[in-house]
């Protein structure tokens, strides 16, 4: 798999970098996963410091574009970014505790939170 960076722009106000690159592969697309690996080392950033928001290609071809930021707070990322955005760059046994955790914070909360009752006139 070959990874070249086309476009990197930074944004300071946000605390992070823009970025657009191009990925040549054989076979099928490959994983977010993997793409990430590939992508961390070509642009010196660590994993959980890198979104790639969007991966397009075209039908057939073996090449694909990608759009996504690296970060340089951690802090800043958790506030930006959604949670479904972040669930996608783990591997499905995280997502599955992940997942796990958040139903069961779900359910304390309903359990604390008191019944409505009818309001009394």
Request: charged share 35%; aromatic share 6%; with cysteine.
């Amino acid at each position: 798999m070959d990874v070249e960076v086309l476009k990197k722009n930074h944004e300071p106000l946000m605390k992070r970098s823009y970025f657009e690159a191009r990925v040549v592969f054989e076979g099928k697309t490959p994983s977010r996963l993997e793409l990430m690996k590939d992508l961390c080392q070509k642009l010196a950033s660590k994993n959980e410091m890198t979104i790639i928001r969007k991966i397009i290609t075209d039908y057939g071809s073996e090449r694909a574009l990608l759009h996504g930021y690296v970060y340089e707070d951690s802090a800043i990322m958790g506030k930006i970014e959604s949670n479904f955005v972040k669930m996608r760059h783990l591997s499905k046994a995280e997502q599955k505790t992940e997942k796990d955790k958040i139903k069961a914070a779900e359910q304390a909360a309903a359990a604390a939170t008191p019944p409505k009752g009818l309001k009394k006139k």
